[in-house]
């Protein structure tokens, strides 16, 4: 590399040839670092002349403000995408920032940080994601982190077809306001079409702080130059995402319950050809299903809207209004906004009352599906009133049941079919209908891999793990057993399984007891509700078996559940919070804390939903 000749320099020639020297060898990225060095150094000079190296270093680690904090509070990824498109704009402005998972972040941490941006998604009843648990606790606990000298902001991600819409988000916003922090703005909140909401968000985030962050940006440009120096730049491998889905054929489509059960589940087997898509036990599958035709055609009948009419998105694109019902819009879950806006164009009374009461109308929407709605109050709509009252679809998500070390270029999952009756109709979910019903072998599929970071066997393979689900939980252990099995991993593996019937409903059988046979499985155990005429579930075997489950837990066993969010999740952990109380001769509190203290390090992980 050469170098313009320049006069007038405040250093001597041989200092400069030196200089020059040492530069030659330097690529692009460390010529930045060290422009971004030498500017810091230069800021902690005095008017005598240079300060001494050490001091040098002291002063600039007390007087450069402290790094932005984004924090990802997320459940099924969406949140995590917007906090790194946050902090990759943030670095884009000159606005120094750090991304954590809040799974990865210690809640005490908090005392010592100057601002926050919180990006928190919410599941099952209002609750934080699984990986934000702790820090949640953390802040409603009898000891919260000191905060008052914190500024933050948050962005809720939801489904307002919940009654506690956004309740994480608001809660981590109420709080910190309660501990004295210092809110930033309003809090935002986003609906499941949350892009539009969240980028504006985003940049108007991004500008506050180019705006206020000013005086810190140009202190702090070392340290992100020594950071981007250090830290090789994440290469994303995986081409294929939730925008760019891959077009997947499926290889098998296999009803695993018997003709009795009361359960339709399926095994799912797809291709993935030579895409390159690589995944973990643990992760998820994203499905980009089709809406039934036959249930579109119903509700354009219910409207009067002529199927081939043309409607504009809220993308912009325009395209005819049956495509759009099939392909595009959220048709199989009712939501408020949904009844509120189709009662304002009726003018129905009773759906106006029931627009009236979100008591009254979360009840309605749970159990009235979208068709019904239309056929009881029938009005005749445009093609654009329809499109305008339904949201964007948007895709399902399912454990993986494989590890890659098993089945190499395919990925498997299990999915139970989602059925009810209304009005004599009978109706099915959306996604689970679409895979269990209408496709089978040959047919196309557009999916992609959401990583789950904090659902994960455990580093060294000869621990042991403890895995508890009911129904189709069992999907991300048959991929722990697969890679394990695969690898031939020391580790013990206890299983914890249930559901209605041992002969009816025993997902996977087989492979268990191949599993069992060889040992791989070193203990089971199996809670069948209906097999006998007191109900057993997952959380009387944890009770039952409670003294090996300590024993296990104390040899550094890791805890993982899968399953129902709502019921069995909570009963399972009701049930391990009274062992570990009676086990451990703890107080309740103390055996809270100990649960606690697994949780934050990731040897007590949850994939509930």
Not at 105 to 121: D, G, M
Not at 536 to 559: F, M, N, P, S, T
Not at 572 to 587: D, N, Q
Request: proline share 4%.
């Amino acid at each position: 590399m050469s170098y313009p000749p320049l006069s007038g320099l405040p250093i001597n020639s041989d200092t400069l040839s030196e200089l020059q020297k040492n530069l030659s060898g330097l690529n692009p990225l460390q010529t930045a670092w060290l422009s971004g060095y030498l500017w810091a150094r230069s800021q902690q000079m005095d008017a005598s002349g240079a300060v001494p190296a050490g001091v040098a270093a002291a002063q600039a680690t007390q007087e450069q403000a402290s790094p932005v904090l984004v924090l990802s509070a997320s459940q099924t990824g969406n949140a995590r995408r917007v906090a790194q498109s946050l902090q990759d704009k943030l670095k884009a402005a000159g606005v120094a920032s750090v991304l954590k998972s809040a799974g990865d972040y210690k809640s005490r941490q908090l005392a010592a940080e100057r601002l926050v941006l919180i990006v928190a998604s919410t599941q099952g009843d209002g609750e934080p994601p699984e990986e934000a648990l702790s820090l949640h606790k953390a802040l409603f606990g009898k000891k919260p982190p000191e905060v008052k000298s914190l500024q933050y902001a948050v962005l809720g991600l939801g489904d307002s077809s919940y009654p506690d819409f956004c309740q994480a988000g608001k809660d981590f916003d109420s709080r910190l306001e309660q501990l004295g922090a210092q809110r930033l703005f309003d809090r935002v909140d986003c609906d499941l079409d949350y892009q539009a909401t969240a980028d504006e968000w985003v940049e108007k985030t991004v500008a506050w702080l180019v705006e206020h962050e000013s005086r810190n940006m140009a202190a702090n440009a070392a340290s992100a130059s020594v950071s981007a120096l250090v830290n090789e730049p994440q290469v994303h491998a995986q081409i294929y995402t939730r925008e760019k889905p891959y077009t997947a054929t499926i290889l098998t489509n296999q009803k695993i319950t018997s003709r009795n059960s009361l359960k339709d589940v399926r095994h799912l087997e797809f291709d993935l050809g030579d895409s390159g898509i690589r995944y973990q036990p643990g992760d998820a599958l994203g499905v980009w299903f089709r809406n039934d035709p036959a249930l579109v055609d119903s509700i354009l009948a219910s409207t009067g809207v002529d199927g081939a009419e043309d409607v504009t998105l809220t993308d912009g694109k325009t395209l005819g209004i049956r495509y759009a019902l099939i392909h595009h819009l959220e048709i199989t879950q009712n939501t408020p906004a949904f009844v509120k806006g189709y009662a304002q164009i009726t003018q129905d009374q009773a759906l106006l009352d029931l627009a009236a009461d979100s008591k009254a109308l979360q009840d309605y929407i749970a159990e009235t599906p979208i068709d019904v709605v239309l056929r009881r109050v029938s009005q005749t709509l445009t093609a654009q009133q329809l499109c305008d009252l339904l949201r964007p679809l948007t895709p399902r998500m399912y454990s993986i049941a494989s590890a890659q070390e098993e089945v190499g270029d395919e990925v498997h999952i299990t999915v139970a079919l989602v059925e009810y009756e209304q009005d004599a109709v009978q109706y099915q979910g959306g996604a689970s209908g679409y895979l269990n019903r209408r496709l089978e072998a040959g047919d196309e599929v557009a999916i992609f891999i959401e990583p789950s970071a904090h659902f994960r066997l455990p580093q060294d393979p000869q621990t042991p793990i403890i895995m508890i689900g009911a129904g189709t939980g069992i999907a991300p252990f048959r991929a722990f057993l697969q890679k394990r099995d695969a690898e031939d991993q020391e580790g013990g593996n206890w299983l914890i399984f249930g559901n209605q019937s041992f002969k009816d409903d025993f997902l996977y059988q087989l492979e268990w007891q191949q599993l069992a046979k060889s040992e791989r499985l070193s203990h089971y155990s199996f809670a069948w509700s209906r097999d006998q005429q007191e109900k057993i579930y997952v959380q009387h075997k944890l009770l039952q078996e409670g003294k090996q489950l300590w024993q296990w837990l104390q040899k550094g066993a890791h805890l993982y559940v899968c399953g129902d969010a709502s019921r069995m999740a909570k009963d399972v952990e009701a049930a391990l919070l009274e062992v570990i109380s009676s086990e451990g001769g703890l107080s309740v509190d103390d055996a809270d804390a100990y649960l606690d203290e697994l949780r934050e390090s990731h040897r007590y992980q949850r994939d509930v939903y």
